[in-house]
């Protein structure tokens, strides 16, 4: 987009309804997370009833993450925004009244598929309306938004849920997003429509619905029941081969998967990206269990020491995105892998009578890295492809980072599964713990020097985009 042509207005109002709905996405997962024992108490749900109702949310992002991007491209990217945030809206409003659990957790999976579309939507929207020069710092205040939902779900939730009681959690953010769907359906009056009368991939977007939902079910399964976790997997990488090879041919496919083949820089990023959002994962699961298990926290004192990773984020996003305007976003995006990398292998040096200051510093080192790679790196995958493709890029952002998780998920089952057997984590296997959690941090840091290497490749064969 040249500059003549940038809307200033107009991109502030995009900016600010996406970024109110970046903060409910995650605020909905970290926050409900926190109040997960009241909530249980009232529905009376087992241990495992009360992880389902995390892991069908974040199963609902993952199957519906890649068709929102193709569904804003054909439909209208405003439309499928305004759609899943509608999405969000009713279930919120209806899982506040909600007594029956199979409904309740159903309910959270049709949340986290309204979630995934205004998730992809967004990002395209804002991305096509801000031209490259400008877009890091966008960029930046929108990841803020991101780190800020993380941060405050927590502690703003237990306020709530303490004061009024955990229903008015679902309430007030489905009022919240409504007043946010308002904002976009009144305040912005265009409509983008890349591929306007072209077919939806059904037959795709079945194929990879099946394969991700395996592939989540799978990792959240491989711990308590090893045999058909396993089995879960190995479907997944059967069914998401079985799309791959389907949207190569496919006329009108879900997936330009000539997008891998043809940006380098795109693939690279791509892959970047999965490797360091599986290593943060993992370090931030390790470190709630260090401070809990290990060093005797509570697990509010926990909660509250690892809020400073993703208040530095906050406070770091937006200058991050000026550098990367600034300077160029692939070096900077080097830079913050690499802080992460050496904070994630500074933790594996963690032990039971580590200072409390060695903790605030790593935890800081690493979110500083995320502000300086996330930002970047999102940039790049956007500004690599055609405008045309900016909701498949988009999509594809927001899948890399849920697989990534998930793979997070299964290295650290298997290593847990190696030094602890089947037994739970707890004071009695603490060396064995420490072991685990040090043999994943020495993985995850190496993981992270390796996206490193994908950072410099990129530079080397396409300069700074």
């Given at each position: 987009m040249d500059t003549e042509s940038f809307d200033l207005r107009l991109a502030r109002r995009i900016l600010a309804s996406v970024s109110v709905g970046y903060f409910l996405?995650?605020?909905m997962l970290a926050g409900v997370s926190a109040i997960l024992p009241a909530m249980g108490a009232d529905l009376h749900a087992s241990a495992q009833?009360?992880?389902?109702?995390t892991a069908t949310y974040t199963l609902g992002m993952a199957v519906t993450q890649l068709a929102a991007g193709r569904m804003g491209d054909i439909w209208g990217r405003k439309r499928m925004f305004l759609c899943g945030m509608g999405l969000f809206i009713a279930t919120g409003f209806i899982l506040c009244t909600v007594t029956s659990l199979p409904l309740f957790i159903l309910l959270r999976f049709v949340q986290g598929c309204g979630a995934a579309l205004f998730n992809a939507s967004g990002l395209a929207l804002l991305a096509g309306v801000v031209p490259a020069r400008l877009r890091g710092r966008y960029l930046g205040i929108n990841a803020a938004a991101v780190?800020?939902?993380?941060?405050c779900g927590p502690p703003i939730s237990g306020c709530i849920t303490g004061l009024l009681g955990w229903r008015w959690v679902f309430l007030l953010c489905a009022l919240t997003a409504a007043l946010d769907w308002l904002l976009m359906r009144c305040a912005v009056r265009q409509e983008w429509r890349v591929s306007r009368g072209e077919p939806f991939d059904w037959a795709?977007?079945?194929?990879?619905?099946a394969g991700m939902a395996a592939l989540t079910c799978g990792a959240d399964r491989i711990s308590a029941a090893p045999l058909s976790g396993w089995g879960l997997l190995a479907l997944s990488v059967l069914l998401l081969g079985l799309f791959?090879?389907?949207?190569?041919h496919a006329a009108y496919p879900l997936l330009h998967v000539r997008l891998f083949y043809e940006h380098r820089a795109f693939t690279l990023s791509s892959l970047a990206s999965f490797i360091n959002y599986s290593a943060i994962f993992g370090a931030m699961f390790f470190f709630s269990l260090?401070?809990?298990i290990t060093r005797g926290f509570s697990v509010q004192e926990a909660g509250l020491l690892l809020t400073i990773q993703a208040l530095v984020q906050v406070l770091t996003s937006v200058w991050a995105g000026g550098l990367a305007d600034r300077?160029?976003?692939g070096v900077i995006s080097a830079c913050g892998i690499a802080l992460c990398g050496t904070g994630i292998l500074c933790a594996a040096l963690l032990d039971m009578r580590s200072p409390i200051w060695s903790i605030v510093i790593i935890q800081a080192v690493m979110g500083l890295g995320v502000s300086l790679f996330a930002v970047p790196n999102t940039s790049i995958i956007l500004s690599s492809v055609d405008k045309r493709y900016l909701g498949q890029a988009s999509s594809v952002n927001g899948a890399v980072r849920t697989t990534g998780m998930l793979a997070n998920m299964i290295i650290v089952t298997i290593t847990l599964g190696v030094f602890l057997g089947n037994a739970p984590a707890g004071p009695g296997n603490t060396r064995e713990f420490l072991a685990a959690m040090r043999t994943d941090f020495i993985i995850f840091g190496l993981l992270n020097l390796l996206a490193v290497g994908c950072a410099l490749a990129r530079e080397r064969k396409h300069g700074a985009p």
């Open positions: 996405l995650p605020f009833n009360l992880g389902m109702i780190y800020a939902g993380i941060a795709g977007c079945a194929v990879y619905v791959w090879r389907h949207e190569k260090y401070l809990q300077r160029g976003p």
